[in-house]
């Protein structure tokens, strides 16, 4: 596919040499890009081992390193508890790794569809995950069926089912003549969702000893997190998330307007195809297994925006890392704040990440410069 | 370089161009005049295939536009659009590297020749003070030099600008349209330009088009073309045309509004309907 890099004709390196020569050659993009992403994966590693020391069981944090040591890497012997083993590997490890990977998934998807939506209130459930996932999720709750056959639960399959025949259809509805403009797009998202929690509602109403059921599925949480669900969404996550990574470029070229971005030979429908894909097929694999998990994909691109600036390149994987390490510090609080029960998840994202975004927002806002990079 | 032959664009409703033909050669500016709504947005956008034509052809460098792929399209015709759109949070260097979008595969970053690219197209449009001011932050004038980066980074060497002077003051007007034609003329692109003020027209571009709904009316030199007859049949504005005291070149003056328009012969205004009428009525509303 590649091309020859510039065309026969006209000669345009009239002062070119004098111009290259110039003293920076760094692409000032590109260049601190890997710097931040080291910190943020230590960070991410950081916090990774502060969730697996936290729990109701009093585990010291040497020795849950000590434990992972040993399960990871074959270092030093037990002297510990086998239940400590247990604990730390069985259950603790699992539901952080599986709040990290969802966080992280929510944040890429709703990075990416605010760039292919260009709206600033896209998040990964606009377009019908959200809504699709909970009739899914619903009809299989409300329904005599058992939750699983064996090992295979039926829940997540319906929810993931539900949620990117939602978002397929939306697609479908808004695309006519080979595209699917943006804002057909969301209001055909939102006719979608609202036909799907119609439905949605009048089964809880209709099957009402189940309603707390429901709706603590759709409040989200990792309290039923496992190995096995970890690794459902993993695949999912690593292609999704590949996807949109490769897309930030272009996503960038976007921002400017669908019709300069194509006269930049940008091809838009495709781009914006493979995004939404891409998002919607990780974000429908998340759901399928958390719940519905508010406020992460909307709030956590607009932090990052707010700290590290509007190039999709950086947004993207610092969505990522931010989203990981904000849904594993929300399930700590979340299963530590009233131990021994639990508050939704969901709760505690919007609790205290609303105030810190709100506070960021008016920090950066009077003369502050637009991309807020010198905030870090 | 483009040649434009019988193309007819409707959006669906009524054509917007009814067989235009133009033909633009390396190293000449050519003036695309018409009064709103005559079709030289649609034009533009017909050339990029950001709107599909419902019949003739658009060929670039010989070859028929629509068997390009789109990158390859790009980077053979640039556009300065008629309202840039400059998203928050990118800095000009950033906006300019966006050119290089039809350079680079789907994986592929901007490499240093990208960069050294885009430098060049800031230096040559007198940018490259702006380089790392944040784009949405400029004035007018300074916002068309950015675009017009933006677009020689893409190196292509058809140049399309769609209005590149509508919002600027007359030192802003001048120093765009000399720059549009000393690349022109250095680099041998081959540059159309739709243009609202027909003095300036006339003063910077080698040839002109007048379009009046959606077809070529006039053709050639700008004296052949700014008659004050065409002007009053296609614009419905009663005009005066003068000879510019240094260039030769015409100078289109309105009438005062009690003048006679028997002084300047048969010229006739023909009605609101021309200016704000049906036909092209989308064209500039972008």
Redesign the interface.
């Given at each position: 596919m590649k091309q020859a890099r510039t065309l026969p004709g006209p000669a345009l390196h009239a002062d070119a040499d004098a111009v290259a020569a110039g003293p920076s050659l760094a692409l000032p993009a590109l260049r601190p890009l890997r710097g931040r992403l080291l910190i943020a994966l230590a960070v991410v590693v950081g916090t990774v081992l502060v969730g697996v020391s936290q729990g109701s069981a009093d585990i010291p944090f040497t020795t849950v390193v000590r434990i992972l040591a040993s399960k990871t890497l074959g270092l030093g012997h037990a002297t510990w508890p086998e239940t400590w083993e247990e604990i730390v590997w069985q259950i603790r490890l699992p539901r952080v790794l599986l709040a990290g990977l969802v966080g992280a998934t929510l944040a890429f998807s709703g990075a990416g569809y605010q760039g292919v939506l260009r709206n600033p209130l896209a998040d990964p459930y606009l377009i019908g995950v959200a809504a699709g996932a909970g009739l899914g999720a619903t009809i299989i709750m409300v329904s005599p069926l058992p939750y699983a056959f064996g090992t295979v639960g039926l829940l997540p399959p319906a929810a993931f089912a539900g949620a990117v025949l939602a978002v397929a259809i939306s697609y479908g509805l808004a695309r006519s003549g080979g595209v699917a403009p943006a804002v057909t797009l969301i209001l055909a998202g939102v006719a979608v969702s609202a036909a799907a929690s119609a439905a949605m509602s009048f089964l809880i109403m209709a099957n009402h000893e189940r309603a707390v059921t429901v709706v603590s599925w759709l409040l989200g949480g990792f309290n039923t997190a496992t190995w096995q669900r970890v690794g459902i969404v993993l695949p999912y996550s690593l292609v999704g998330g590949a996807g949109v990574l490769a897309s930030t470029r272009l996503l960038n070229v976007l921002q400017l307007d669908e019709e300069e971005a194509q006269q930049l030979g940008v091809p838009v429908e495709r781009v914006k195809l493979l995004v939404i894909i891409a998002a919607s097929l990780a974000t429908a694999a998340a759901v399928s297994v958390s719940g519905l998990i508010g406020f992460v994909g909307l709030i956590v691109p607009h932090t990052v925006r707010l700290l590290w600036g509007f190039d999709y390149r950086r947004l993207v994987p610092m969505s990522m890392a931010a989203g990981a390490v904000f849904l594993i510090l929300a399930d700590v609080a979340a299963r530590t704040v009233l131990s021994p029960s639990e508050v939704p998840v969901g709760v505690v994202t919007a609790l205290c990440g609303a105030p810190f975004f709100l506070w960021l927002l008016r920090r950066n806002r009077p003369g502050g410069s637009p991309g807020g990079r010198a905030l870090f | 370089m483009l040649e434009i032959r019988d193309l007819c664009v409707d959006y669906g409703g009524p054509p917007v161009l009814r067989g235009v033909s133009l033909d633009v050669a390396?190293g000449e500016v050519v003036g695309l005049v018409g009064p709103n709504g005559s079709g030289k947005t649609t034009l533009v956008?017909a050339v990029?295939?950001?709107v599909p034509a419902r019949s003739g052809e658009v060929r670039i460098?010989g070859d028929d536009s629509r068997a390009l792929k789109?990158?390859?399209?790009?980077?053979?015709?640039?556009?300065v659009?008629q309202n840039?759109?400059l998203?928050?949070?990118?800095?000009v260097?950033?906006m300019v590297l966006?050119?290089r979008?039809?350079?680079?595969?789907?994986?592929q970053?901007?490499g240093?020749?990208d960069?050294?690219?885009a430098?060049?197209a800031l230096?040559?449009a007198g940018a490259t003070a702006l380089g790392s001011r944040?784009a949405?932050?400029l004035s007018g004038g300074e916002r068309q030099q950015v675009v017009i980066a933006r677009a020689l980074a893409?190196?292509?060497?058809v140049l399309l600008l769609d209005e590149p002077t509508s919002h600027l003051d007359v030192g802003h007007q001048t120093a765009v349209m000399g720059l549009v034609r000393r690349l022109c003329r250095?680099?041998?692109?081959a540059v159309l330009a739709t243009i609202h003020d027909l003095t300036l027209a006339a003063l910077y571009c080698d040839r002109l088009v007048l379009l009046h709904r959606g077809a070529v009316v006039a053709e050639g030199a700008p004296e052949s073309v700014l008659r004050p007859d065409l002007v009053a049949s296609t614009y419905g504005a009663q005009v005066t045309v003068l000879r510019h005291p240094i260039s030769g070149r015409p100078v289109v003056v309105p009438l005062p509004p009690e003048a006679d328009p028997s002084v300047t012969g048969d010229a006739r205004p023909t009605g609101l309907s021309s200016r704000f009428g049906g036909d092209g009525a989308r064209e500039g509303e972008?």
């Open positions: - | 390396a956008r990029t295939r950001v460098l789109r990158a390859v399209l790009a980077r053979r015709v640039a556009v659009p840039p759109a998203p928050e949070g990118f800095t260097l950033e966006m050119g979008t039809p350079h680079l595969g789907l994986l970053s901007e240093p020749p960069l050294a690219a430098r060049r230096a040559e944040f949405n932050q893409q190196e292509a060497p250095e680099r041998g692109l972008a």
